[in-house]
Structures are given as structure tokens and as C-alpha cells.
């Protein structure tokens, strides 16, 4: 990164899979320098899926993208006392950490603070308890999956996108910030502990969920597509295309029966169920007969009879697509979208990848910068912020301590 | 809040919906002063679902603890000179500023940074078109329906969890604290903005997705529960309860075949189909057969036979709950977990809130502090941040511009 908002700062990524490294990689995408470090052949997320038809992993590359990597092995002491040295490494914008491995002994707060005691540590576990947990297995537990799919239906259905992943990710890179402020102002370091689990506990709170069972004693029904509380439902087009259609408030509200030519039969509805549709409830409640009168609108129109004016009338709507479809057919996923840009990965070619979804305007955008090879800068790290003189490196390359740089990738057997 | 992380900091929000007041929360969960303003008879998420019997929103109650409220007209050009000046008001530790309100003229960053320039301002907007956009729409958009949902099916199945929301709420967070960091070392202030769709369209390519379709050619298909790219899946228990099992890392693998006693069974299947399933891939092409030779182990078995067996293991595994089941049975979501409190929320009663799922080892856990009612604290804000004298709040009151405070609900019609 040449500039970015977080230009100067150091942070050290001990990670695997989704929340962590997705944090670092935000922190490189706002200009922090990021070290990842792994184990020679690479970590538990090496060979993540998706996976090119060389085994080049898809997923590393995107999560790991504008970041430094060292591999070392860290079952020889050495190993482990350079990686200490790297992430207690001094500086004021450095001796930040991130980890989500459960590493016993020299990688935890109580050792590492000893040697540099402002160190700002941010751990993500999987529960409270010390159990290991996952997207796909936090999310069944909380409720998600059974709230999800058709109406009438018993079975769960559960996210695609590791969504609580993603989320605690994000609350991984603000735990750091707070921290880095708090010590900014006290000298103090710390180490910020979040899990997973209660990522997903409390959200199931803050959106109202907990209030719905405890309080109005709902536990909430599979509703289909449709938009819970108000009207949002998909409707099935002539061209074969499903679109998504936002009723949420009294302005989408009023801009969809607008356009729909409907304002009639919503108003004789309304009447016939004496509820007055204009409450975002009611709209809820007459959800199935709103659908039957919408659902002929649309059944003889294709996307393309109706986008500029839905645009034009300010409806809040979208078509649906597949994956391809999307990198197809929307702008936003091309380079049009100043967040892209079309990058070269080593051992996968040039492609399409994002940049930080945030613009500060006091700076350039950054364009991305791709993932490095599995120890790519392992011989400058060594030598930049272990402070190891020369003959010392190469003594750790003689010993098979550190190695050339490696793509990461698993091989299949 | 007594305390917190970010104690002595103040923001000024005005919002809508998930994202930015999931934003203010998550802030004022950490310690900062929060002040959310909104118009006299509450914002556009005033009466959002879920609601109580006498219309309270329980979301809204969610999505806004520990905040402070100001209700204000803000029609009346007065109303938004006294949000400007809140907006505004001096302090190293305010001049903070979170938005998704698209307001032209007077709320806009280069009219609010004419009064103060190092204002740190967060705008979230639809799409970088200035369409309005809801999770509803963005993630039909971007494609993660369509891989959604049971083998085979070609219908759409829309996430129920606003997880873009939370996330961008969370990017939000991050930027605002990037920002501030960049203001106190450069005295500058600036406006980050991001969109709902781009934090989508980005995440599609942090998670290998874009490359899938554009290096692979591949548009990813549905998988039912399947944990993608390696082994994982749902099974049904003989009581009648589902469970999620994860094989992703070797270890979750091992112990997985080893609990289940199906070792012999695997490897003639590897042998079978000539693969080798220590390989994460390899299951994954296996996936189907490695649940048939699982799922009459399940069928035959109650949660309660296997579940400590499993936690001895390692075994990464959840059942599936509603989510009235995970209120009734796990302990991650009572007071036993001591991210949760039970605390009174008026109009609603006494039930079980989240505080923030972050720890901070400097300082002691935060208790969550309740939502406030509509216009709460317009009187002590009107004095301590606008500094008006006692004369002009009467006058304020007197002309309707302010109100006593109410409780932010819709009413029914």
C-alpha cells in the first residue's frame, strides 16, 4: 500500500479461514502494513475452496490480499521466538495483533504482554466455552436456519455467505482501533476477546429477535422472500427473470403502487380487510393478497418494460441473479466501479478484484493490492522487524526454519 | 454508559434502519456518547417490526441501546440549526458524525464541515448510483439466493438475517475510528462514505466467489446445509433433532470419523472412488456418500447419546434451534453469559438485552444500557451539547419544535 487512512500503522495476523483474515485485510485495504504469518506449508486455510484446477485456493487470495507473509515453522523454538519478536517488534503504531488460534503458552496475551507490556491484542474464539465453532455451526444454533426458506416448509435452510464470519470480522478491525485509541491515551495495552457466538447471540438481540420470543412470545415462521415487518416480495417475470420488490416505507410503498398502476385494488383491499395499507404492519399482515394482485403486473412484463421506470419512480428493487450473472451483467462488479480493479495473482492469473469498499475523502482511493505468495516477504520481515542481520537469515534458511516462497495451496493427494 | 473504551467520545447520528444504528450502538456499547436525533414523531424506523401488542418496535429498542435521543422538527429551519450546531459542537472528542440519510442543502459534509472543518463524517448510502438500496435488494443482487436452498431447486431463497447491514454497520464503526485516528495526527477532518452494495459486491470477491466465476468458469450451485468445499452437513437425530457436523480442517475430520467409529467405512470409500478424503476437496466430491454412510449412525441416535461424547472429541458441531429454542435452551443466550442482562425497557417490560460481545481486558464489562424513548434526553441536550439558556428550550417547547418525550411506535390505524 502506498498511502491509505492507516498508512503507518503495523499490525501482526496469526489467522486461518474468514473473521480474522478478512480483518487484516481490511486494515492493509485502509494502508496498514499486515503481516500474516503461517506455518511453512502453509495454514489450515491454504487450501480453502474455492480452489483453481491447479489447487491454487481462490479464497486465500481474496482474503489475504495487500499483505506481508512470512512461513517459518513454529514447531522449532526459534520459529517461535521470531515470531514473538515480530509481533512485540517496538514502534507506536506497532505491537497490534490479531489472532484466532488457539495457541497455548508462547502465543497467548499473558506471554507476549510480558515482553512488550502495551502490546493490543484482539482474539476471536469460537464460544465462551473454549469450543470450537463455525459459521455453519453458530448459525444453526441460533435460529437463522429454521426462520429461513419457503413458508409451510420443516426444513432449515442455512446461509451461504458466512455472514457472522464477515460480521465478526469487522468487529475484529474496531476492537483494534478502540484499542490502539484507548492506548493512544493511557499508554495501555490490552487484549480485546470476542467469540463467534456471541457475535450471533447478540444480534439475535439487537435486531428485536429475543424481544419477539420473550416478550410477544412469536418464535418466527418461515416467510419465503418476503420482507419481514412491512412488503418486499420477489415476483417471477414474462422474461423468465425473478425480481425483488421493496414496500418497506410509505414511499417505496407509495412509489410501487404508483408504478404498478394498483392504487385501486390496494385501496379496495384495504377495505375489504379494514386495514389501512399505508401502516407498514397492515402491509405485513396483507402480505399474500398484496402478492396476488402485483404478481399478473409483473407475470406479463419483462425486466426490461419496467427498469427505467421502477428507476425513474425511485422504487427500491432489484432483478435477481446467479453469481455469473452478476459478474456479467452488473456494472458494479466491473471495473466501471471504482472499488475494482482487474489485478494479476500469481499462480491464478488477472481477474477481478475488490478494493476497499470504504473512500475517505481526505485520500486517493488505493486500488487492490493481490495476496502474497506463502512467504513472500519472509526474508524481509526477518530482516526489517525481527532485526536478524543477514548471516542469522541465512542460517534459518540453512536449518529449513524459514524456506523459499510457496504459493499456498494443498495438494491434492 | 459509566465507562467503556471509548468513554469521552461523542457521535451524532441520523439514521434509519440496521446499519447505522447498529453502527451508533456498537459505539455507544463501547463507551462513547451517542446522540441520535429524529423527528418529532420518531424516524423512518420508528415502528419497525418486530413490534409488541401495543405497537412498541423491539427492533428499534435493539438497534438503539445506550444511546441518547433528541427529537426535533426539523422542517422548521430553527430544528436544523439546532442539529447542525449539535452536529457541530466543539470538543477533540466530538465532531463525529454517522449518517444514511441522504439530505441535500443543510446535512450534507460541505455544509456541516463549513462549521467545523475537521468534521469526521460516515455516510452509507443504497449503490454509488444514489439508488436506494436494502439488504432485501443487494443480495438478490449480487447472487447469494440463487446458491441458496436445496440441491436442485432453481427457486431463490433470501437470507433472513440483514447480514450486509451488519456488516457495513460494523464498516461504519471501523471507518469512523479510522478517521478520527487520522484527524488527531493530522488535525484534518473528511467524509468516509461506502454503499450497501459495494460492501456486497467487495465481500464477493474477498470470499473467492468473482474468481470461481471468472478463473473457473464455475457458477456456484445450490448445496442444501453442505459446508462448501470440504465435508460438513446436517443430519436428523432419532428424537426427532437436527444437528450440523463439521469435517472442515483434518482434525474436525479425524475426530469426526473416529466419535462415529465409521473410519473403515471411509477409507473403503476412498478407495471405492479413488480418493484420498484427508484431502478438504476430496470430501467435498465425496460429499454425498460420506452422508450416507453418517446418517444412519444419526438415525438411530438422540442428541443427548452423542453430545458429550462429541464436546469430548473436539467434534465442531451445533443443533439446530429455533430461535424460541435457543432462548429456552442454550445458555449463551441467558444471563448466564455475561454479554447479557436482563434490564427494563419502557413500553416493552423486562427481558434479556445484549450488551457489546467485546471484551476489553483494561476494563470492566459494560451491563447494556437500555434504548431511549423518543426525544429522552432533547432537554439536557439542548443545554450541554447545543448550549442554549433555559429561556430558549421553553421557547422551543413553546413553539412545538421540541416536544416531551415520547415512545418511538407507529400507530396502527
Chains 1, 2 share one sequence.
Not at 112 to 122: G, H, T
Not at 187 to 201: C, F, I, N, P, S
Not at 206 to 232: C, F, M, S, T
Request: neutral net charge; contains cysteine; aromatic residues 6%.
Amino acid at each position: 500500500m502506498s498511502g491509505g487512512i492507516l498508512k503507518g500503522m503495523r499490525v501482526v495476523e496469526g489467522s486461518a479461514f474468514v473473521a480474522v483474515p478478512l480483518a487484516g485485510m481490511t486494515l492493509a485495504q485502509m494502508g496498514a502494513d499486515v503481516i500474516r504469518f503461517d506455518r511453512l506449508e502453509g495454514g489450515l486455510d491454504a487450501g480453502r475452496w474455492p480452489v483453481t484446477a491447479s489447487g491454487q485456493s481462490l479464497f486465500w487470495a481474496g482474503l489475504n490480499k495487500g499483505k506481508r507473509s512470512i512461513a517459518i515453522d513454529m514447531k522449532d523454538p526459534r520459529g517461535r521466538e521470531i515470531i514473538t519478536e515480530i509481533i512485540t517488534a517496538p514502534g507506536d503504531d506497532a505491537g497490534l495483533f490479531l489472532t484466532n488460534l488457539r495457541v497455548k503458552g508462547w502465543m497467548d496475551h499473558a506471554t507476549l504482554s510480558a515482553r512488550r507490556p502495551d502490546l493490543c491484542m484482539v482474539t476471536l474464539l469460537g464460544d465462551r466455552h473454549g469450543r470450537p465453532a463455525v459459521d455453519y455451526t453458530v448459525n444453526p444454533a441460533v435460529g437463522f436456519p429454521a426462520a429461513t426458506g419457503p413458508e409451510g416448509s420443516a426444513d432449515p435452510v442455512c446461509h451461504v455467505l458466512p455472514a457472522w464470519d464477515c460480521i465478526a470480522g469487522n468487529m475484529v478491525v474496531s476492537a483494534l482501533l478502540a484499542a490502539e485509541r484507548h492506548r493512544l491515551r493511557t499508554g495501555q495495552g490490552q487484549e480485546a476477546v470476542l467469540t463467534l457466538k456471541d457475535v450471533a447471540a447478540a444480534m439475535l438481540g439487537n435486531l428485536g429477535i429475543i424481544g419477539e420470543v420473550a416478550v410477544n412470545g412469536v418464535d418466527r415462521p418461515k416467510a419465503g422472500n418476503a420482507l419481514y415487518g412491512a412488503y418486499g416480495q420477489d415476483f417471477l417475470c414474462r422474461d423468465g427473470r425473478r425480481v425483488m420488490v421493496i414496500g418497506l416505507t410509505d414511499r417505496q410503498w407509495a412509489g410501487l403502487v404508483k408504478v404498478t398502476g394498483t392504487a385501486e385494488a390496494m385501496a379496495a383491499l384495504g377495505r375489504d380487510l379494514k386495514l389501512d395499507l399505508a401502516d407498514e404492519g397492515a402491509r405485513w399482515k396483507a402480505r399474500a393478497r398484496i402478492t396476488e394482485i402485483l404478481a399478473p403486473w409483473f407475470a406479463v412484463r419483462r425486466v426490461d418494460d419496467f427498469a427505467a421506470d421502477f428507476d425513474a419512480a425511485g422504487v427500491t428493487w432489484s432483478v435477481f441473479r446467479s453469481f455469473a450473472q452478476a459478474l456479467a451483467e452488473d456494472p458494479d462488479l466491473s471495473t466501471r466501479n471504482p472499488v475494482f480493479s482487474e489485478i494479476d495473482q500469481p499462480g491464478i492469473g488477472r481477474y477481478l478484484v475488490p478494493g476497499s469498499p470504504l473512500g475517505f475523502s481526505a485520500l486517493p482511493r488505493e486500488a487492490p493490492v493481490r495476496a502474497p505468495r506463502l512467504g513472500e516477504h519472509t526474508e524481509e520481515i526477518l530482516a526489517d522487524v525481527a532485526r536478524l542481520p543477514s548471516h542469522a537469515i541465512a542460517a534459518l534458511f540453512d536449518a529449513g526454519i524459514v524456506a523459499e516462497p510457496n504459493t499456498p495451496r494443498r495438494l491434492a493427494s
